[in-house]
């Protein structure tokens, strides 16, 4: 992960459906911490679009990463997690390539 890095997150609620939360950006990024900041609504605004979720256990907001590149995080320790999946955005090209 590094600063720029974009996410989609949700979480599941306490009736097993998973609810949007929205897109994240990475704002900062040091070897302990990092900060996300919402860029676009989901379904459900536990966070607002433009607030931020300073990421590490220092902020009580601890962080679990998987081989697959996704995390959750646990916001304020309880509740459930919110679950973050990168955004892999493809390139794809108006006209094919020319060949010589």
Known sequence: MKKGDRFKCDYTNGGGK?????EWIVKVKTDKTFVMEKISD???????TGET???????????????????TVYPDQAG????????????????PDPLF
């Open 18 to 22: 998973r609810i949007d939360e929205g």
């Open 53 to 71: 979720l300073k990421v590490g256990s220092k902020h009580g907001n601890p962080a679990r990463f998987w081989d697959d590149g996704t995390f």
């Open 42 to 48: 989901g379904d459900f605004e536990a966070y607002e």
């Open 80 to 95: 459930a997690p919110f679950y973050f999946e990168p955004i892999k955005e493809e390139i794809i090209n108006a006209e």
